[in-house]
């Protein structure tokens, strides 16, 4: 398994450094920030987005679905990482690595645990948005490989960690639909939603 | 990041069509607000990549500044737009709830509204 891993790496790695533009564009989009804040972003203009109350309304509950899974996904990789400890690819193989050298665990990716959460709690309330959003967070996962701060299995686990976490989140949220309710109508009372 | 917010609801609002807590009458000036304000921002979060060169990156802290910066953004925009729209929108009477509301009220004739109903019910 770490075999297959290790040789996915070495060939998605192994395409960095022939095209110094698409090496640039990649590195950028890997990098700690830009993804998570466009994704932020969509989720500051989701709350407010939308025709009616109806479409606004499913647009909030995801807004507030993917915030708590951002938290909980966090939360979820820090913990794993107490347990695991996995060394980054650059460390032990030869790698073209286009990127800083990060001291933490290889295994979960935080980065892509959290944007894949973001993600799919927003594409379980709204399938079009959500679909960009993933895309966006797909391409953010291939990136961490490419510029060589990953194995693959790292951001496959960091994105089943985020994914399964925005499921349960949205689960639970459907479950306590009451308490929901509660907030949203306070909210509303107070012109916040 | 709190520009870049500012920018990103006003679009929003702007396309939602809530007047009362736009900054502006026409969406093509709300959209044009948003490229000059979180254009630049996310262009510095794209190129950024320098940053914490060395070690882990203190997520918590760097979120704790995002989510300052989004409250302070709508706390701006709120306040901002019922000064800005307090004279072309005179709603006296709010018909519906939320941001529903604000289509045709401010953010401060709204809140003033349901002030008024409290203190009627006491």
Redesign the interface.
């Known amino acids: 398994m770490i075999t297959i891993d290790e040789n996915i790496f070495l060939w998605i790695n192994g395409l960095a450094g022939h095209c110094a533009p698409l090496d640039w564009l990649l590195q950028r989009i890997a990098n700690d920030y830009f993804v998570l804040v466009s994704l932020c972003m969509i989720l500051l203009a989701l709350w407010v987005w939308g025709s009616n109350t109806k479409q606004r309304d499913k647009n909030q509950r995801g807004v507030i679905c993917a915030s708590l899974s951002l938290g909980i996904a966090q939360g979820v990789v820090s913990i794993c990482n107490i347990f695991c400890f996995r060394t980054r690819p650059f460390e032990v193989l030869p790698t073209n690595l286009l990127f800083y050298q990060p001291t933490d665990s290889s295994f979960p990716s935080n980065s892509v645990a959290v944007v894949f959460a973001i993600a799919f709690a927003i594409f379980l309330a709204n399938r079009k948005v959500g679909g960009y959003m993933l895309a966006l967070a797909a391409l953010h996962a291939f990136t961490r490989v490419y510029v060589g701060i990953h194995y693959p299995f790292d951001v496959f686990g960091g994105a089943v960690i985020g994914m399964g976490i925005a499921f349960l989140v949205t689960l639970a949220v459907r479950k306590l639909e009451k308490l929901f309710d509660l907030v949203m109508n306070l909210a509303r009372l107070l012109y916040l939603a | 990041?709190l520009v870049?917010?500012i920018g990103?609801?006003q679009?929003?609002?702007s396309?939602?069509?809530?007047k009362g807590?736009s900054f502006f009458n026409y969406r093509v000036s709300a959209y044009l607000f948003m490229l000059v304000t979180?254009g630049p921002?996310?262009v510095s979060?794209?190129?950024?990549?320098?940053?914490?060169?060395?070690?882990?990156?203190e997520?918590r802290e760097q979120?704790c500044f995002?989510m300052l910066a989004?409250v302070a953004?709508i706390a701006f925009t709120l306040a901002f737009s019922s000064l800005l729209k307090h004279w072309s929108l005179r709603g006296n009477d709010v018909k519906?709830?939320?941001?529903?509301?604000?289509r045709e009220v401010t953010?401060f004739q709204?809140?003033r509204y349901?002030y008024n109903i409290v203190m009627r019910r006491r």
């Open positions: 990041m870049a917010s990103v609801i679009a929003a609002t396309f939602s069509g809530l807590i979180a921002a996310m979060f794209f190129t950024w990549n320098e940053r914490n060169a060395t070690g882990v990156i997520g979120f995002f989004i953004a519906t709830e939320g941001f529903e509301a604000l953010f709204a809140i349901r």
